[in-house]
């Protein structure tokens, strides 16, 4: 069954520490993985995007990097800052997706305190 | 451009009760999406439509129905509210053109039903 777990479910640090975020997926064949922030009341909206070939990713402070060998996936966020709080979403797509093949995880919220 | 709209923000229903939730996108997406979001899961696919007239089944469809009478509007319907639809409501569009799948998503709908 294709699955995208994600951990910690939650997790709290100080402002300015770092902190990394995994996701484990069992999605076959696979063809691009994404992480979204959620932010309280809100939609989620992209931060990085994968393809299988690719094994990092940045967008500023944050990292993402991606092992396909082992289907593994990380979030890394580098000096936090308050408003980092959110839940981070990590999603798989299967190749040649049709609307429905894309999985999304549960997600892991982030809380940063000063 | 707005992006993707939802209406209303907030609703609480009695059982047995309907209600129209309605998504609006000013980019020109061929797919639009309808996904709720429950504590401890990943968004769950509900309907979603690949074109103005087309709809199909998501994962969870049961107790919805969908509509998609015009490209830039998608439609969720819930003919006989149940307390298990309590939820978040989230609208997304995507463009077929997209090669990574990218979701755009709406702000959410909270749904209660008593």
């Known amino acids: 069954k294709n699955q995208v777990e994600q951990s910690p479910q939650s997790l709290i640090i100080l402002e300015g520490k770092n902190c990394t975020l995994q996701?484990?997926?069992?999605?076959?064949?696979?063809?691009?993985l994404r992480w979204y922030k959620q932010d309280t009341g809100r939609g989620p909206v992209s931060l990085t995007i994968m393809t299988f070939s690719e094994n990092t990713k940045s967008n500023g402070r944050y990292t993402a990097t991606l092992d396909a060998d082992t289907k593994q996936s990380s979030l890394h966020i580098t000096a936090s800052q308050l408003s980092d709080s959110a839940s981070y979403i990590c999603v798989v797509s299967l190749p040649y997706s049709s609307a429905s093949k894309i999985i999304f995880g549960s997600g892991t919220r982030l809380s940063i305190r000063p | 451009n707005a992006g993707v709209t939802q209406t209303p923000k907030f609703r609480v229903l009695k059982t047995g009760q309907s209600m129209t939730l309605l998504c609006a996108q000013d980019?020109?997406?061929?797919?639009m999406y309808w996904y709720r979001q429950d504590p401890g899961m990943g968004l769950r696919l509900i309907h979603y439509?690949?074109?103005?007239?087309?709809?199909a089944k998501g994962e969870v469809p049961d107790g919805y129905n969908v509509s998609r009478l015009k490209k830039q509007n998608f439609l969720l319907g819930l003919e006989s509210a149940a307390p298990s639809q309590t939820s978040v409501y989230f609208c997304?569009?995507?463009?077929?053109?997209?090669?990574?799948?990218?979701?755009?998503f709406g702000p959410g709908t909270r749904l209660t039903v008593l």
């Open positions: 980019m020109n997406h061929e797919y």
């Open positions: 439509s690949v074109g103005e007239g087309t709809t």
């Open positions: 996701c484990n997926y069992t999605v076959s064949p696979f063809s691009n």
């Open positions: 997304a569009s995507r463009s077929y053109e997209s090669s990574y799948n990218e979701q755009f």
